[in-house]
């Protein structure tokens, strides 16, 4: 399985981020995954966001709950992360990961199975 990470580098602030994961070699609804977004701004540590499970089961980070929204495009083999209201403050690198079990919370890199390269997401004027 690989996890490809795309979207802008750059997004103004009040606008909403939108990222998409693009899964390739197994289905996101029938390996039995739960697809994760989590994020590292700069100097800081991971932090996780939220995830989407095979059957579409949706968990959140309660602190970025209110502005988090993960969803997925089946016929594209995608999962999508959308963060309204930015701030410089979500300037991260921004990653999906995927692990056959759910640990709301978890950012330890080998509780996942596999990891997309990530990608850096700059909120700037």
């Known amino acids: 399985v690989q996890l490809q990470e795309s979207g802008p580098g750059l997004v103004k602030p009040s606008q909403t981020l939108s990222l998409t994961c693009t899964v390739s070699?197994?289905?996101?609804?029938?390996?039995?995954?739960?697809w994760t977004w989590i994020r590292q701004p700069p100097g800081k540590g991971l932090e996780w966001m939220g995830a989407i499970s095979y059957s579409g089961r949706l968990v959140y980070s309660p602190s970025l709950k209110s502005r988090t929204s993960i969803s997925r495009d089946t016929s594209k083999n995608q999962v999508t992360l959308q963060l309204s209201s930015v701030t410089p403050e979500d300037t991260a690198v921004y990653y999906c990961?995927?692990?056959?079990?759910?640990?709301?919370?978890?950012?330890?890199?080998?509780?996942?199975?596999?990891w997309g390269q990530g990608t850096q997401v700059t909120v700037s004027s």
């Open positions: 070699g197994g289905s996101i609804t029938t390996a039995s995954y739960y």
């Open positions: 990961a995927a692990s056959k079990r759910l640990v709301a919370g978890a950012t330890t890199k080998n509780l996942y199975d596999y």
